[in-house]
């Protein structure tokens, strides 16, 4: 990250003028108590949700957030798989090369010295918990929490299987995994999510009176494989009107380097090693997928409804996000590891005292926004490293002029998306392009033919390039 490209020359570049940053929505810090922050995270959402324009998934509890504030319908992350994407977000830090590259990414080893975000709340004076999946590692960045990071217990095996344990099988690893889906007919407190609502309530209980703002962070492990629900959640559909991917097909002219065997998935009992999936595991999968949307969505709504029920909600900020995106069979791709919008686009829904209420932007916003965004809505300093723009405007203002362009990568892919466009390019480490693909969003949303070598569309490659390549030199 070169000190050059300061927070004021990137906001330039993507399109925000500095006029747009006054706005907070408070007077002063004398003049009101600050406000509290619900920061939830969901792991693997993707914006298939009612609140998006999903009717399919029953999501009540998210879609009443989105009634209370701005849901942002084209937010991005900026690394489609977990560790990396969180450790992004909460530094607000964009990846490069050589950092946020994998899952097994610790913000605090690839940004030594880095305040990230929940410290800086911490400095600030508020009272900051953590309380399941929040950062990848439970032990990253510790010292940003008042109280010890908290996960909940089960068997020792995280993907919390609750039926027979005779299921699991060993591929070479030590906890070996097991099915990717279960229904068992058991109580929402069984599998973990509803333990992490049941901590999130206690929480809130004793900080009621605690006499100090909190940072509340919750993060629910549902939907992310295997998807394992109570099996009430998955009589909430029937099977046989679950919509599969329409475009189970490599997209037309898509280089080796946009797909994966989507090994995540095979690693479970009853995949198969190579090939596509049949239609009724598929379909058992997404069945799967919409009963653990529905689940995480019934442990957010108890946990919105108790914030509620002790008058808090008047002062607490809710932001909601999903720390990428998902693939339910398009392009014949499952998870995420990809540069596709499906992996990519993912949900993001903030809620705040005194802002728009039930209406959403289509203003372009990315993940690492997030940051510096709470701390304009809380009035604390915004620190330096920072490379996102604050949102706070579109809150009170979400049809304005907003942001050029967002970005995202994984791995040797740069990715950007534009009001119009999906470009993305792979480089090798002496800089020279091996692959690229582009997207035509007006006439081709699902990505299914790849535009980039088309001769008509070598101006749209030359200043989409020449965008990702500056973006990539400021961040390293």
Known sequence: MKDSFNRRQFLKYAGVGAAALGICGWSSAEERKRPNVLFIAVDDLRPQLGCYGHKQMISRNIDRLAGSGVTFLRSYCQVPVCGASRASLMSGVRPSRDRFLGYDTWAERDLPGVVVLPRHFKNSGYHTISNGKIFHHAADCKDSWSEAVWRPKGDGNWRNYVLDRSKRISRGNADGKGPAYEAADVGDSDYFDGKIADKGISDLRRL????????????????????????????????????????????????????????????????????????????????????????TDAQIGRVLDELRRLGMRDNTIVVLWGDHGWNLGEHGLWCKHCNFETSLHSPLIVSAPGMKKGVKTNALAEYIDIYPSLCELCDLPLPSHLEGVSFAPLLTNPDQKWKEAVFSRYFNGDSIKTDRYRYTQWRRKDGQVYARMLYDHNTDLAENTNIAEFAENAEVVRRMSGMLERIREASG
């Open 208 to 295: 009621k009176d605690i006499g100090k703002p909190f940072f509340l962070a919750l993060g629910f492990l549902k939907p992310h494989l295997p998807f394992n629900a109570p099996k009430r959640y998955w009589d909430m559909y029937q099977r046989d009107e679950i919509d599969l991917a329409n475009n189970p097909f490599r997209p037309d002219g898509a280089p080796d380097a946009a797909l994966h065997n989507w090994g995540e998935l095979r690693a479970y009992a009853g995949i198969p090693q190579k090939g596509p999936l049949s239609e009724e595991m598929a379909r058992t999968l997404v069945h799967g997928y919409y009963a653990c949307v529905s689940y």
